[in-house]
């Protein structure tokens, strides 16, 4: 006698799929036959809440605006703000405060981050549902189911509450958004092993699935939050917010700099009132000093240049939905792609076929019926044994027919009109079929079983359209499929006598086989040997493998299990699979080009998960590869599995928590994750990964909303070009920063040399901060739209771990920092020799920055090869920014009411010489050190 687990009590932890259906209704104390009360479902409801998953509030705008100024460097700038303010400099202070409100301003609207994946999680659940309450069934919104309450179920119905299936008949639900397998799940009532992992638990269905055949009812055993898609819920709260390679080694510089720049403001105010100046004017000098070593655009200049990247990310659709994820693709090291519907088209394909004694193959993919079928050249029909018995009376027309292979011989494209046996294969997968297949908004899609979809995809390939053959060939009666006998079966009337089709799974339905067609149409000795080995190598292939088989029927009685049961006529096989998107396999092949590393996270089968990591060249020994499934993950400690992480590329049959690990696993070992997926199921590790990337057009709005980028095409390949334009972002970041930090550099030098020298400052803090904006914008930023350097996606993944700046990049900033300092110092000096007043020195002083700061632009355009190798027009964008920068110093230098503002004065064209040449001069010396690094 079967024993089965006690039952437990209500909101126990045992897993409900091991209890019997008997067991699981007394847990509740329901009785099947009435449901609950409407008093026990308002009590419970009480007890419980409404079914719907509760979603965390997000920050808001406020706190999202005041967290712009939570950064080191602008801390800074509000202190250098409020100490001129409080020495009565009001001009300088109200420029500084207005620099600190412009970059907030930027940042709080370039942030645009709303977190609406929990909410669009309780979206998924929210439908209508058929309840017993009360003895009587009725129809009420889902969310005011309980646990404890009887659901009914049938075919299109989306499952609104995790439910232990009490009762049920041919049914079976969708899981992929939850599972990740794309094959519907035959379900039943019976008990199942503690250890069944979720997309196994036949005996159970999840909320937000979908009842794609048969009908059935269940008892809710989990609402909202209990569910597994609430679960899932709590798993994406979790989840931390991941900073990106760039924002983490921007918060590491931006805490060097601030040290560095806190110590030399200090430096200066106490070498100068050791040397008897007055406090007042040391303390200006001081916020001159951290005013002038601040880059102030460079946050404004970051958020912009990675808007504009992702304007340019667009056009090559890719969304960004996270600024910083911009530059993070440029980073990633491992891509760990979840299979169904995005390395795949999540689209069960017709790929093989048996038939006749000979195998075929199918072109084309998805649902769209294009493609071809051809005969697998090492295919032969061979002489095939004593014919048994004629084929009936209205079949005459193909028993004519030639052998598909004679066919096949005299064509590239394989005649089916001419193979009698493949053709009649072709016929029964389209009429012993309740899918539906049609075209709509530019695109092809179904309606029920995507297996179904399959077969009448392949016939449509073959010339045959399934509304004809229905009209033609109407259905009389029918045996749905039972998740029992595996099989279903159709009835219909060709010239006036009975002929049933049959499909099913081949352990199923050949044992009740008693002869074949053969390819000329003539039914011959069953060959099951042959059948068995066909079958064998499509499942080695991944391929799910469907049997055919037909029956004349001598009587009138209709159709039933005992008519299928015997003597019935094999026609043949059909190997199906979700197959891999054609621009995939470039994909991936690119991405190890470019040193990344792309690993697959799935929950369907180990066997389809190697075939498909074979096919698109995750993985090289097909067949050799490793395969971890979640049942193997269960059993690795951290450690074990941080190993398998970083050594298995394949795994299957994983439950969220378990890719959730994964992801974790690699970022422990320094790896930046970008995470690949579309479903509920993805959208915890698509939150966990450096940078998430969901699919548009089949992914859930959950994983969309957990994901920083989502591709507009769910095309594996776009990811290819959106690291592309990663990389060559982050090369124009570091060439921004590596162009932009000399300035300050500079100006924090001059400082400290004016303080030391005991001379006056020769820049202000107010004509500072005029230098550091307009040549971030006008300077800097067309650097954003420098093209990719060539090769870009032939070299290896940046090391996470290492700075922004390289030794070279530093020993060039502090170079051309002497550069300024010494042309720009030793021109103030010059100038006040020759009895110039100081308005005009300072003048002198500050156009010398602009000048070599013009000039050291076109020499950042390439941080590695001499200028002459940069096209000179290929950025048209850094000479209207020069030439702009020119026409304001302009204007500062001559305009009166900017000589009253900012405080200076016109100056004589051979000023304008002197400085052109220092300019000049500072270009060479950068250009040799170039050459001589080279």
């Not at 259906?21 to 847990?27: F, W």
């Not at 000098?285 to 340019?312: C, D, K, N, Q």
């Not at 149409?521 to 292939?541: C, F, H, K, V, Y």
């Not at 067309?782 to 090769?791: N, V």
């Amino acid at each position: 006698m079967a024993t089965h687990s006690p039952p437990p009590k209500e909101g126990s932890t045992t897993p409900w799929h091991t209890l019997s259906a008997t067991d699981a209704l007394t847990s509740h104390g329901v009785d099947p036959r009435r449901g609950l009360t409407e008093d026990e479902a308002a009590e419970r409801l009480a007890r419980h809440g409404p079914n719907r998953v509760r979603a965390q509030p997000g920050r808001s705008a406020l706190q999202r605006f005041l967290s712009q100024m939570k950064e080191p460097l602008v801390l800074v700038l509000i202190g250098a703000g409020v100490v001129t303010a409080g020495l009565g400099e009001w001009v300088d202070s109200s420029v500084i405060f207005g620099v600190v409100m412009v970059n907030a301003i930027i940042g709080y609207l370039q942030e645009g981050k709303a977190e609406e994946a929990l909410a669009a999680l309780a979206r998924a659940v929210a439908t209508d549902v058929t309840v017993l309450r009360g003895g009587r069934r009725r129809r009420m919104d889902a969310v005011h189911l309980v646990p404890g309450d009887v659901v009914w179920l049938s075919a299109g119905d989306k499952v609104p509450a995790d439910l232990r299936l009490i009762s049920g008949k041919q049914m079976r639900t969708v899981e992929a958004a939850l599972t990740g397998e794309a094959a519907p799940a035959d379900k039943h009532c019976e008990p199942l092993p503690a250890d069944t992992q979720l997309a196994d638990r036949r005996n159970m269905a999840y909320a937000g699935t979908t009842v794609v055949a048969g009908q059935g009812h269940g008892l809710v055993i989990g609402t909202a939050d209990a569910t597994e898609t609430g679960r899932i819920s709590g798993l994406i709260a979790s989840a931390p917010e991941i900073a990106t390679p760039l924002t983490r080694k921007m918060g590491e510089f931006a805490g060097l700099l601030l040290w560095v720049i806190l110590g030399l403001a200090a430096l200066t105010f106490g070498i100068g009132v050791w040397r008897g100046e007055a406090m007042v004017d040391m303390l200006m000098a001081a916020v001159a000093l951290a005013v002038g070593a601040i880059p102030e655009g460079l946050p404004a200049a970051m958020s912009i240049t990675l808007a504009i990247g992702v304007g340019r990310m667009a056009k090559r659709r890719a969304i960004i939905r996270h600024l910083p994820a911009v530059e993070a693709l440029g980073s990633t090291t491992v891509i760990c792609s979840d299979k169904t519907g995005t390395l795949t088209e999540n689209a069960m394909t017709v790929t093989e076929l048996w038939a006749g004694g000979e195998s075929f193959t199918v072109s084309g993919q998805g649902y769209k019926p294009e493609g071809e079928l051809h005969l697998k050249p090492e295919t032969t029909t061979g002489a095939p044994p004593d014919a048994v018995s004629p084929s009936a009376t209205a079949r005459r027309a193909f028993l004519a027919r030639p052998p598909c292979s004679a066919v096949a011989s005299s064509a590239p494209t394989l005649d089916v009109q001419a193979c009698a046996a493949l053709r009649e294969t072709l016929m029964a997968g389209a009429l012993c079929n309740d899918a539906a297949l049609h075209h709509d908004n530019r695109q092809w899609q179904i309606t029920g079983d995507p297996t179904e979809a399959a077969l009448l995809v392949v016939a449509r390939k073959s010339g045959l359209d399934d509304a004809t053959l229905h009209t033609v060939f109407p259905r009389e009666d029918e045996l749905p499929f039972d998740s029992a006998r595996q099989t279903m079966a159709t009835l219909h009337r060709v010239e006036g006598l009975p002929l049933a089709y049959v499909k099913g799974a081949i352990e199923k339905l050949l044992p009740a086989c008693h002869s074949m067609l053969a390819a000329d149409g003539n039914e011959i000795e069953l060959d099951s040997t042959a059948i068995e080995a066909a079958a064998a190598q499509m499942a080695r292939g991944g391929l799910r493998v469907l049997a055919l088989a037909r029956r004349q029927l001598q009587d009138e009685s209709g159709l039933n299990e005992a008519a299928i049961a015997t003597d019935l006529v094999f026609l043949g096989l059909a190997g199906m699979i979700d197959p891999p998107r054609a621009r995939a396999i470039g994909a991936v092949r690119t991405c190890h080009a470019a040193g990344i590393r792309v690993k697959m996270i799935t929950g369907d089968h180990a066997a389809t998960a190697r075939a498909i990591a074979a096919q698109i060249g995750i993985v090289k020994n097909g067949g050799d590869a490793q395969v971890l499934t979640g049942r193997d993950l269960a059993r690795l400690d951290d450690a074990a599995l941080e190993a398998a992480a970083f050594n298995v590329d394949i795994f299957a049959r994983v439950e969220p928590e378990q890719k959730l690990r994964l992801v974790r696993a690699l970022q422990a070992q320094g790896e930046v994750v970008a995470m690949t997926g579309d479903g509920v199921n993805d959208a915890p590790a698509l939150k966990q990964a450096d940078i998430g990337i969901a699919m548009g057009l089949g992914g859930t709005d959950v994983a969309k909303e957990a994901a920083a980028m989502v591709l507009t095409d769910d095309n594996f390949a776009t990811i290819e070009a959106a690291v592309e334009e990663g990389r060559g972002i982050y090369d124009n970041l570091v060439k921004f920063i590596t162009w932009t930090l000399p300035t300050n550099f500079g100006e924090g030098l001059v400082i400290l040399a004016a303080v030391v020298a005991g001379v006056t400052l020769p820049i202000t803090p107010l004509q500072i901060l005029w230098i550091n904006m307009t040549t971030a914008v006008l300077l800097g930023l067309p650097l954003a739209f420098e093209p990719a350097e060539h090769g870009i996606m032939r070299r290896p993944p940046r090391p996470p771990r290492a700075p922004v700046l390289d030794a070279v990049l530093i020993e060039r900033i502090v170079l051309v920092g002497i550069l300024m300092l010494a042309g720009s110092f030793g021109m103030f000096l010059l100038a006040g020799e020759r009895g110039q007043s100081m308005p005009e020195a300072r003048t002198i002083a500050m156009n010398v920055f602009v000048a070599i700061e013009i000039v050291y632009l076109f020499n950042c355009r390439s941080l590695r090869l001499p200028i002459t190798a940069v096209a000179a027009f290929s950025n048209p964008w850094v000479w209207a920014g020069a030439g702009l920068q020119l026409t304001l110093q302009m204007g500062i230098t001559y305009w009166a009411p900017f000589n009253s503002a900012f405080g200076t004065a016109p100056i004589d064209a051979h000023a304008w010489i002197e400085i052109a040449t220092i300019a000049l001069v500072a270009m060479g010396i950068i250009e040799l050190e170039k050459r001589w690094r080279a």
